[in-house]
Structures are given as structure tokens and as C-alpha cells.
């Protein structure tokens, strides 16, 4: 990983390692109903299996490794016009199988995510929408300063107010969001002091989108976050501006597409002996979906952010991606999927 004197940028060196993964998803039909309500609670179990050829994330000698997961978990589905609720969670654990280097066994650990969504008057003009989502995971661009991955706990709880005058052709939504995120060791070389890094964050924005079309639209949202570190002297403060806006939906019966480009604008805070960085960049979100069947889809997609390092750094994160999935019985999901990154 190099690092500019001023600027903060960072470029990872083992940007060329890639992920494929494969899946299978089953649940139990229309799952267990509950009550007189028409609530529903689907039992889930998620296996994957998955090759990494840099599991410990170096910029030399990489260590590649298959890695198994085994998530079970619940979902609950409770639809209504006036109170939607949905909810859902697993575990997740991770088995490093050691298939290179048998060290990389001791990777292996238990994640984890979950999430809630309570949508009111779904059908008015009208629509608040409350949303709280966990993920315990493994993380490269949280602290890419650190040169090492980390484990990352994350909270996100968001608010949206979407309004639909003139029966929903234009969509106005103000929202806020407050983010809190702690860091854990990934492995033995991983600096201990992560733990001091953690940060909350706090945005608001909002977005206008017209429906031209009856699944095609065009938006422009901007949002703006300030983020305070949880211990003083130990991490970064600072705040960054996002605009973005472009077409997002179907463009024929079987191709859905997303193009969307904008500006991005960040300020890092000084603290201790580590300088202010600044930085700006065009930010991009763009992807193309083919359907050639209902059960089945192939999609491919290019996402360019830009990021505040908790280490009073600034990072262009570029990724490309790629994914197929095929629907079986309506019970099992297959999933082979591909990702690079580079920060």
C-alpha cells in the first residue's frame, strides 16, 4: 500500500486479488404463519462456499484459501397498508480450510447481520420509513491506513421521508442517518490500537426522483455526513459532501440498467502530528442486469466512492463486480459471483 506525503491517497498493492464465490439459499415455502395476522416467519440456511487468493490482504506473498460459510437465520415478513414491519438476522461462521498455507485456519470466527425496516402508510402520499441494519464482518477499506484488514462492527440506523404529490410520477424523500462503527483484530499482526479507532457519523441529504417510466427513473440526491471519533486523539473527525444523479431502471423487458455519476468532496480533520488531507473526485455508480429468464439473471457493475480513512486520510475506492443467479423451486438461490477492488 503506497500513501502520497500530502494528498492521503492510498493504492492497495494486492488490488489484484479477486473473490468467486458459490451458493446455495433454502427456506421453507411460504414459511410458519403466525397468528390470525399475516405475518410469516422464514427459517433460512445460506451455505457458500468461497476461493480468496489473498486472505490476509498482503501486498506480498499472498495466501490464498477456500473458505467455507454456514449462516443460518430467521426472517419475518408482516406486510399492512397502515404498519409494515420486516426482520431479519443470521450468524454467520466463516471456516478457513487452510488449503495453502494451514495457518490461516485460525482465521475462522463467528459473524454475523441483521436488520429491521418499519414502513408506515404504504399506500399514501406520504411514506416514513425507519431502518436499522448490523453487520459484523471483515473490512479493507474501513482503516486502509492500517495496511492490514480489520473486523468491523457496524450499526446504521436510518430515517427516510419519501413524498408523492400528484400520485407518485415524482418522488421527494428527505432523509438522516446516524452510523456507529467499532474495529476488532483480523488477525495477530493486526495493530491492537484498531480498537481505538471506532467513530460515529451522522448524514443528511435528500433525493428527487421522477418516474418517467413506469419502472424507469431519473434522480439527483446530495448528502452530507460529519463524522466524530469515539476517543479523542486517537482517530479522525471530518465531514464530505456527495452529488449524484442519473437513470436507474429498465431500459427493455429483460435489461435493467444503473447510470449514475456525480461529485464527491472530503475533509479530514488534523490531529496529533497527522496532517488535514482534502480531496475531491468524481464518483460513479454504474451497472447493467440481464434477465434472460424469470428465475435467472447476470450482472456487472463498476462503483467509484470516495471515503474518509479513520487515520486522517482520505481513499478513492474503485470496485468492479460481477454475479449470476439462478432461482431453483422457489426454495434454493445458486450464486457465483466475482469482485475486484482497488483503494
Given at each position: 500500500?503506497?500513501?502520497?506525503?500530502h494528498?492521503?491517497?492510498?493504492?492497495?498493492?494486492?488490488?489484484?486479488?479477486?473473490?468467486?464465490?458459490?451458493?446455495?439459499?433454502?427456506?421453507?415455502?411460504?414459511?410458519i404463519?403466525?397468528?390470525?395476522?399475516?405475518?410469516?416467519?422464514?427459517?433460512f440456511?445460506?451455505?457458500?462456499?468461497?476461493?480468496d487468493?489473498n486472505?490476509?490482504?498482503?501486498?506480498?506473498?499472498?495466501?490464498?484459501?477456500?473458505?467455507?460459510?454456514v449462516?443460518?437465520?430467521?426472517?419475518?415478513?408482516?406486510?399492512?397498508?397502515?404498519?409494515?414491519?420486516?426482520?431479519?438476522?443470521?450468524?454467520?461462521?466463516?471456516?478457513?480450510?487452510?488449503?495453502?498455507?494451514?495457518?490461516?485456519?485460525?482465521?475462522?470466527?463467528?459473524?454475523?447481520?441483521?436488520?429491521?425496516?418499519?414502513?408506515?402508510?404504504?399506500?399514501?402520499?406520504?411514506t416514513?420509513?425507519?431502518d436499522?441494519?448490523?453487520?459484523?464482518?471483515?473490512?479493507?477499506?474501513?482503516i486502509?491506513?492500517?495496511?492490514?484488514?480489520?473486523?468491523?462492527?457496524?450499526?446504521?440506523?436510518?430515517?427516510?421521508?419519501?413524498?408523492?404529490?400528484?400520485?407518485?410520477?415524482?418522488?421527494?424523500?428527505?432523509?438522516?442517518?446516524?452510523?456507529?462503527?467499532a474495529?476488532?483484530?483480523?488477525?495477530?499482526?493486526?495493530?491492537?490500537?484498531?480498537?481505538?479507532?471506532?467513530?460515529?457519523?451522522?448524514?443528511g441529504?435528500?433525493?428527487?426522483?421522477?418516474?418517467?417510466?413506469?419502472?424507469?427513473?431519473?434522480?439527483?440526491?446530495?448528502?452530507?455526513?460529519q463524522?466524530?471519533p469515539?476517543?479523542?486523539?486517537?482517530?479522525?473527525?471530518?465531514?464530505?459532501?456527495?452529488?449524484?444523479?442519473?437513470?436507474?431502471?429498465?431500459?427493455?423487458?429483460?435489461?435493467?440498467?444503473?447510470?449514475?455519476?456525480?461529485?464527491?468532496s472530503?475533509?479530514a480533520?488534523a490531529?496529533?502530528?497527522?496532517?488535514?488531507?482534502?480531496?475531491?473526485?468524481?464518483?460513479?455508480?454504474?451497472?447493467?442486469?440481464?434477465?434472460?429468464?424469470?428465475?435467472?439473471?447476470?450482472?456487472a457493475g463498476?462503483?467509484?466512492?470516495?471515503?474518509?480513512?479513520?487515520?486522517?486520510?482520505t481513499?478513492?475506492?474503485?470496485g468492479?463486480?460481477?454475479?449470476?443467479?439462478?432461482?431453483?423451486?422457489?426454495?434454493?438461490?445458486?450464486?457465483?459471483?466475482?469482485?475486484?477492488?482497488?483503494?
Amino acid at each position: 500500500m503506497t500513501r502520497g506525503k500530502h494528498t492521503g491517497w492510498k493504492a492497495l498493492c494486492a488490488a489484484v486479488a479477486a473473490c468467486v464465490s458459490a451458493g446455495a439459499h433454502a427456506s421453507p415455502g411460504d414459511g410458519i404463519h403466525l397468528g390470525g395476522s399475516d405475518a410469516r416467519l422464514h427459517p433460512f440456511v445460506e451455505l457458500e462456499s468461497r476461493y480468496d487468493s489473498n486472505v490476509t490482504y498482503s501486498g506480498a506473498d499472498a495466501v490464498g484459501d477456500m473458505i467455507l460459510h454456514v449462516r443460518p437465520g430467521l426472517e419475518l415478513n408482516a406486510p399492512g397498508n397502515v404498519l409494515a414491519v420486516e426482520s431479519t438476522g443470521a450468524l454467520d461462521w466463516a471456516q478457513y480450510l487452510g488449503v495453502q498455507d494451514s495457518s490461516t485456519k485460525d482465521l475462522s470466527r463467528f459473524y454475523a447481520s441483521a436488520g429491521f425496516a418499519a414502513l408506515l402508510n404504504r399506500n399514501g402520499t406520504f411514506t416514513p420509513r425507519l431502518d436499522d441494519t448490523f453487520e459484523r464482518s471483515v473490512s479493507t477499506a474501513s482503516i486502509a491506513s492500517v495496511t492490514t484488514p480489520v473486523v468491523s462492527n457496524q450499526n446504521k440506523l436510518a430515517l427516510s421521508m419519501p413524498w408523492r404529490p400528484g400520485g407518485g410520477a415524482l418522488v421527494l424523500t428527505a432523509k438522516g442517518e446516524w452510523l456507529a462503527q467499532a474495529f476488532e483484530q483480523y488477525q495477530s499482526t493486526t495493530p491492537a490500537g484498531v480498537s481505538d479507532l471506532g467513530y460515529s457519523q451522522v448524514l443528511g441529504g435528500g433525493q428527487v426522483e421522477w418516474r418517467f417510466l413506469p419502472r424507469t427513473s431519473a434522480l439527483v440526491e446530495a448528502n452530507w455526513y460529519q463524522r466524530t471519533p469515539n476517543t479523542a486523539g486517537q482517530a479522525d473527525a471530518g465531514n464530505g459532501l456527495n452529488v449524484l444523479g442519473g437513470l436507474t431502471g429498465l431500459i427493455s423487458e429483460r435489461v435493467a440498467a444503473t447510470a449514475k455519476v456525480g461529485w464527491a468532496s472530503v475533509s479530514a480533520d488534523a490531529f496529533g502530528t497527522v496532517q488535514a488531507a482534502q480531496a475531491s473526485s468524481v464518483i460513479t455508480d454504474l451497472a447493467v442486469e440481464w434477465l434472460p429468464l424469470d428465475s435467472m439473471s447476470l450482472r456487472a457493475g463498476y462503483l467509484r466512492q470516495l471515503g474518509i480513512d479513520p487515520l486522517a486520510s482520505t481513499f478513492v475506492q474503485d470496485g468492479v463486480s460481477a454475479r449470476f443467479q439462478l432461482k431453483l423451486a422457489d426454495r434454493f438461490a445458486l450464486h457465483v459471483g466475482s469482485e475486484w477492488d482497488r483503494f
